[in-house]
């Protein structure tokens, strides 16, 4: 196939579908509950937080932070495949028309995020830093001006070092456009005007360095199977997805909490589903990132029933994907070889959720201590986290 283009059209079409099939688990009922709860409480607290906001926060500051955050991270999206790196030789002069296409694919796909980070960050800066209209539009141009750059940069860099040290480059962009994106909100223009400059000399310096190179097919397609492979360890959380498996570690530092599980046979399924949480990579770190957001919102959060509404949500969703994975296994144990009760798992993968969960709840409490807010509410807290955790394991059909 010569055309170049018939091959990416091809592989979107494919790329989509196989979105979609697994983005509809991601996004079911439950989930949209979840994140109807952290959205609202995130909102609730923000337009809480700015009716007192100092006069001297520093909004440009943070504001330039975060966008410089969001753009510094774009990578490309070339859907290519492993064989790429034989086939597409004899067409390499023709590669451009398929890059075209896949730095457009990468820039529409991923300012999405930009464009929300800096529509959450409005608020702010019209209240706090006293913004008008025409320069919220002004602002938003430049927004989709700097991805396109940071996306183009990060693309040449890639093509002339192979990817090698790309958080060096990272980190220059960042500097760059936190420095741009500041002095331009204080109106120092002739300052953003240099810096400007400079951006545009890395640009083409690297654009030139590219063209001295031989495309880096292999590095290419790292970065595409490495990007789907995060994706479907995502889905995973929520579906089967039969070509992904968790990695495994031993984790020697938590075998202590073996012996909470008694010897006996009763006793089998407990700990086979308890070594299964601590030395799977994508349960364990599941269960850990959601409790850390549930303390880090708890620390955080200065309102008790947003508190309350956050941490509930958050326990909703660690045990609901949690007990989906642990009983979605399809994989062939030893204890399949027994004749044990068929209900013996879903036992105990319920038991381990509320020794989990009961853990999670202590952290909350922990949260609730550290921010020294003691009222009623506030304590309520981790209460109603391992509540929901409870509530959870009793009503979810599986």
Known sequence: ???????????????????????????????????????????????????????????????????????????????????????????????????????????????????????????????????????????????????????????????????????????????????????????????????????????????????EMSFPFDHFIEVEQSRMMRFYRFANYFTDVPHIRGKIKRRKWLNSFYKIVPNGQKNAQLYLVMRTLIRTDDYFYLWVRLTFLSVLGTVFIPFPIVAIVFSSALAFATVIQLKHALLSGHEFRMDLLFPINPDARKAAVNKLLRMIQLVQAIFVLLGVLIQGNYSLLMLLVPIAVYVISELTVRMSKK
């Open 1 to 211: 196939m010569n055309n170049l283009r018939d091959v990416w059209n091809k592989r979107f079409v494919f790329y989509i579908n196989e979105l979609q099939k697994y983005l509809k688990y991601i996004f079911s009922g439950h989930i949209a509950i979840v994140l109807v709860f952290v959205i609202g409480a995130a909102g609730y607290a923000y337009s809480e937080w700015l009716k007192t906001a100092p006069t001297n926060f520093p909004a440009f500051l943070l504001v330039a932070f975060i966008l410089s955050l969001v753009f510094m991270i774009s990578p490309p999206v070339t859907l290519m495949k492993q064989a790429d790196s034989v086939y597409f030789l004899p067409l390499e002069t023709k590669l451009n028309d398929y890059l075209k296409l896949a730095l457009r694919w990468t820039y529409f796909s991923s300012v999405f995020i930009a464009i929300a980070s800096f529509i959450v960050s409005i608020p702010l800066l019209t209240k706090v830093g006293g913004v008008s209209k025409n320069e919220v539009f002004v602002l938003f141009i430049l927004v989709l001006i700097i991805k396109s750059w940071s996306m183009l940069v990060e693309f040449n860099y890639r093509c002339a070092s192979n990817g090698k040290y790309v958080w060096v480059d990272r980190f220059v962009r960042f500097l760059l456009m936190f420095s741009a994106l500041y002095f331009i909100l204080n109106a120092n223009f002739i300052v953003a005007l240099g810096i400007v400059i400079i951006c545009v000399i890395y640009l083409v310096a690297w654009q030139k360095k590219k063209k």
